[in-house]
């Protein structure tokens, strides 16, 4: 397994920037694919992006696309989510997750993921 701790949440305005950072530990970064997700109050957890081992490969929602971007830096054992021109409706908690082995993938389906963080809060407001 993995140790996932996020960070760099906050309250922001609507339109500004925010940078979450994920530090992982216990195993090599190289060894699983990351994603981000997030939850907003009374709503199920969602798929915000994935990027794969060696970061050659990326997948965003929909409503993200073009203004959130996830990156990878192995030898730090981090992932990062760039949030651009922020809405309310990315307000959320925004969790980081590993997802290990041969067969991982991209995917949007939380369930495929094998290590979550504790969450960090973004909060924007208009």
């Known amino acids: 397994q993995v140790q996932l701790v996020e960070s760099g949440g906050g309250l922001v305005q609507a339109g500004d920037s925010l940078r979450l950072s994920c530090a992982a530990s216990?195993?090599?970064?190289?060894?699983?694919?990351m994603g981000w997700f997030r939850q907003a109050p009374g709503k199920d957890r969602e798929f915000v992006a994935c990027?794969?081992?060696?970061?050659?490969?990326?997948r965003y929602t929909d409503s993200v696309k073009g203004r959130f971007t996830i990156s990878r830096d192995n030898a730090e054992n981090t992932v990062s989510l760039q949030m651009n021109s922020l809405k309310p409706e990315d307000t959320a908690i925004y969790y980081c997750?590993?997802?290990?082995?041969?067969?991982?993938?991209?995917?949007?389906?939380?369930?495929?993921?094998?290590?979550w963080g504790q969450g960090t809060q973004v909060t924007v407001s208009s």
């Open positions: 997750a590993a997802q290990f082995g041969i067969y991982a993938r991209c995917s949007t389906d939380a369930s495929d993921y094998d290590s």
């Open positions: 990027i794969s081992r060696s970061g050659r490969t990326t």
């Open positions: 216990g195993r090599t970064s190289r060894d699983y694919l």
